[in-house]
């Protein structure tokens, strides 16, 4: 599993790097950085990359958390599909995943790892010119890597970002 979640990290870097990176969509693209927390977005820093002339944006988030002996790692991946873009925000539907790994330095076999996966539909509004507000509700299917399915529960995601 570990090894799995690693190599999608890398392969989603790469992607990131080289769209950003391409001097034929360096005029064209935005580009978000901020807060994040939610169901199938992730917990902790994010980045978003959206290019103006396709409606696929794509955000990545995460935040390792060590204090003495615990440690609780958490990442995040979305694709959003926007819907319309109006002057003020824009809709759009989302498919997202979240990994939640909580272990302990000192014990073993008590590592615990929590998956959310679904879609969702949300909404962004500009607050200002170069600040937004990302609120979008998934259908978000939680997992427990040792025992399998648990629950499906709408809890909402809820971004703060700066676009330039």
């Given amino acids: 599993m570990k090894s799995i979640i690693a190599k999608l990290t890398i392969i ?10 391409n001097p034929v ?3 064209q693209s935005r580009n978000s950085v901020g807060f ?7 917990f902790g820093i994010g980045y978003k990359h959206q290019f103006y002339n396709s409606p696929v944006a794509l955000q990545v988030a995460g935040f390792p958390l060590v204090i003495e ?15 319309h873009r109006g002057n003020y925000g824009s809709t759009f539907i989302s498919v997202g995943s ?11 076999n008590q ?9 969702g539909i949300g ?16 259908a ?17 995601n809820l971004t703060l970002m700066y676009t330039w």
């Fill in 12 to 21: 989603l870097a790469l992607l990131v790097g080289v769209s950003i990176t």
């Fill in 111 to 119: 590592d615990r790892t929590l998956v959310a996966v679904g879609p």
């Fill in 123 to 138: 909404i962004e509004w500009m607050a200002h010119k170069n600040f937004g507000v990302v609120l979008d509700i998934p």
């Fill in 69 to 83: 002996d615990n440690v609780l790692l958490t990442g995040g991946a979305v694709l959003q599909f926007t819907l």
């Fill in 140 to 156: 978000a299917a939680f997992f427990d890597t040792r025992e399998g399915f648990k629950s499906v529960l709408p809890i909402p």
């Fill in 98 to 108: 979240s990994v939640i790994h909580e272990a302990n330095r000192w014990v073993r």
């Fill in 36 to 42: 994040v927390a939610g169901s199938t977005y992730g």
């Fill in 25 to 27: 969509y360096a005029q």
